[in-house]
């Protein structure tokens, strides 16, 4: 099968060959090392500000939302959500769990983040915003550099999902002045899902210590302390670690994170361009290059992603909900080959002359 | 390397040769399919009363330990904890952290837990008991038939970590009256390390539905909600989900988890047999298949680790804190032959020649 998903994603060789071997015990000086090593190019690559620390938790990406969630923020704190899809929607009902003083800015779905739009709540006493750089439910990249300018002026700490985003977009910590940045194994990292990737500034650092501990599974805390030496306060997902290593080390190589997303950023334009001429609208402002979502003018995209599925070996990304029918995507990360998106691109055109798209 | 920890362990070849493969996209009716037969498995495998459901979580087994005191339980009950090491610390800390009503049984490193402990809690108004069925740091298996009777007696909802003992001892969720069993994925499962188990009967699933939710990530009735279909509320760690499947349909091939305990029981009595005549004293009273704990005679716990991992390329466990010195492991789960624990064998007795041990 082909996988255009938003992941998990397709991995190269190196990566797999690393899985099938047995996992090795963990609690090793040769284990720890590797994990400073994981954490240093991961900092890296987010151009991370000095006194950054960068932990890994074994858990979905959902885990280090609501761990910073839990973590950073606490009760004393006033709190903006960018709520444009499924994932700022997490944010909300995180923020609402966990009894945040929490205002929702909701998007349409598709579309971009104004300055005007935050404008109005300049001035109000806000300390935090929330925010998925890019709403993987529609594919939209937000404008970080407004919105993290609109922090700095505001004095606000800044999160920011990149769970899809990371490797995908532009992403500076340091120049967006972000506290806390999120991302994940399963998407442009292209490993096994099972580990999501806190980054953590100085200024998130600082609460984290002082916050009291409400979990201790996705306690930062914990964490960070056993980070110190290599190590987690639990048995992590230690092949799925040994594979970001492999990666984040093949990435560093090749010249960096800039490199890898001029890669990714490649094989959205061709795809892009494959399939302007079909009956498939783009729907997003702004879109990231981590995937394209599409709405189908003639078939239901259900139906697309079955075709796609059973007639084609190829695997499309479905969106949720009562979207279902009416959107699906194609993801941009992993191992795509050229050839694997030009299999695509034919895929949906063959659909076309057979009238099913 | 040869892996003699107590996890993660060493897996065989059709586990090894399904993460050789990119990972699929999960969002589909076939992993769902997948996903409700590791259900029916595991139920199978732990003799789960009828209307038993089990859920797997993307985390390690301290986040099933977790997500059992935050959701099964609630602040109007009254706890008893049995404290009989690492393990039983945890249970207890994490009762402590979510404002349980508890009181610890603090057992001696290595030793049983007897009628007459247990008797002292009795008709004081107990709701539920934590026990790790097999203390992992110590080696030391409960009496569950004694603990099961007493817990019936005084209506105690009963919490199993059997997150080692699963397939490696004696397990009848039905016979116990056990309200929820937790395990892991990387014990006797024998595959990579990210996934927890979590089987619950009717009396904890009455709780569950009941009680608040107090962690998005970790929330049972989420898991049980998708579970009814085959999915997870998050991407899991899929590749292991897809190992666990493997795994179990073997042991089920193979004449179910008695065959497999009888198994894992023949590697422990190969091993105990082989060593019995070294300087290495067996410290657990009625100790667990999974694994054994020594105290060696002459020479500190860490240094033979060491040398073992050095100078044979063997993995034994060390254990934490004060006993790092004092006490090592060695485990008896996982892709474990005959030969592997000769190996073992002719090393320590290696060892014993050159004075090392």
């Known amino acids: 099968m082909l996988n255009f998903t938003v992941g998990p994603v397709m991995s190269d060789d190196a990566v797999l060959e690393i899985a099938s071997h047995s996992t090795p015990y963990f609690r090793t000086?040769?284990?720890?090392?590797?994990?400073?090593?994981?954490?240093?190019l991961m900092l890296r690559f987010l151009s991370a500000p000095a006194g950054s620390r960068c932990?890994?938790?074994?858990?979905?990406?959902?885990?280090?939302?609501?761990?910073?969630?839990?973590?950073?923020?606490?009760?004393?704190?006033?709190?903006?959500?960018?709520?444009?899809?499924?994932?700022?929607k997490r944010f909300v009902e995180l923020c609402r769990l966990h009894k945040r003083d929490m205002t929702e800015i909701k998007l349409d779905f598709g579309h971009a983040l104004h300055r005007e739009q935050l404008e109005l709540?300049?001035?109000?006493?806000?300390?935090?915003?929330?925010?998925?750089?890019?709403?993987?439910?529609?594919?939209?990249?937000?404008?970080?550099?407004?919105?993290?300018?609109?922090?700095?002026?505001?004095?606000?700490?800044?999160?920011?999902?990149?769970?899809?985003?990371?490797?995908a977009d532009e992403l500076d910590m340091e120049a967006l002045g972000a506290a806390a940045v999120?991302?994940?194994?399963?998407?442009?990292?292209?490993?096994?899902?099972?580990?999501?990737?806190?980054?953590?500034?100085?200024?998130?650092?600082?609460?984290?210590?002082?916050n009291e501990e409400v979990c201790m599974y996705l306690s930062l805390k914990d964490a960070l302390k056993n980070a110190e030496?290599?190590?987690?306060?639990?048995?992590?997902a230690v092949t799925?670690?040994?594979?970001?290593?492999?990666?984040?080390?093949?990435?560093?190589?090749?010249?960096?994170?800039?490199?890898?997303?001029?890669?990714?950023?490649?094989?959205?334009r061709q795809l892009r361009e494959g399939i302007a001429d079909l009956p498939l609208t783009m729907i997003s402002e702004n879109p990231s290059n981590a995937v394209t979502a599409v709405h189908p003018?003639?078939?239901?995209?259900?139906?697309?992603?079955?075709?796609?599925?059973?007639?084609?070996?190829?695997?499309?990304?479905?969106?949720g909900g009562a979207l279902a029918d009416e959107?699906?995507?194609i993801g941009h990360i992993g191992h795509i080959t050229e050839q694997d998106n030009q299999t695509l691109i034919d895929a949906l055109h063959d659909m076309q002359k057979k009238g099913t798209l």
């Open 297 to 319: 003018e003639h078939a239901p995209a259900t139906e697309i992603i079955r075709i796609l599925k059973d007639e084609y070996q190829i695997w499309a990304c479905p969106n």
């Open 229 to 236: 030496r290599g190590q987690t306060p639990f048995t992590p």
């Open 327 to 329: 959107v699906f995507r």
């Open 240 to 268: 799925t670690l040994l594979q970001i290593n492999a990666r984040l080390k093949a990435i560093e190589a090749a010249g960096g994170a800039a490199v890898e997303r001029r890669k990714i950023a490649k094989v959205a």
């Open 29 to 40: 000086p040769e284990f720890s090392a590797l994990m400073l090593e994981n954490e240093a």
């Open 182 to 210: 999120l991302t994940g194994s399963q998407k442009a990292l292209a490993v096994q899902p099972g580990i999501s990737v806190v980054a953590l500034a100085p200024a998130a650092l600082e609460r984290i210590a002082a």
């Open 121 to 167: 709540y300049a001035g109000q006493g806000y300390t935090a915003l929330l925010v998925n750089m890019h709403e993987t439910s529609s594919g939209v990249l937000y404008d970080m550099p407004m919105i993290a300018s609109f922090c700095k002026e505001q004095g606000l700490l800044l999160i920011v999902d990149a769970i899809s985003a990371f490797l």
């Open 55 to 88: 932990v890994f938790l074994t858990s979905s990406g959902t885990g280090a939302m609501e761990s910073a969630v839990m973590n950073i923020l606490n009760d004393r704190d006033k709190v903006l959500v960018v709520n444009g899809g499924s994932f700022g």
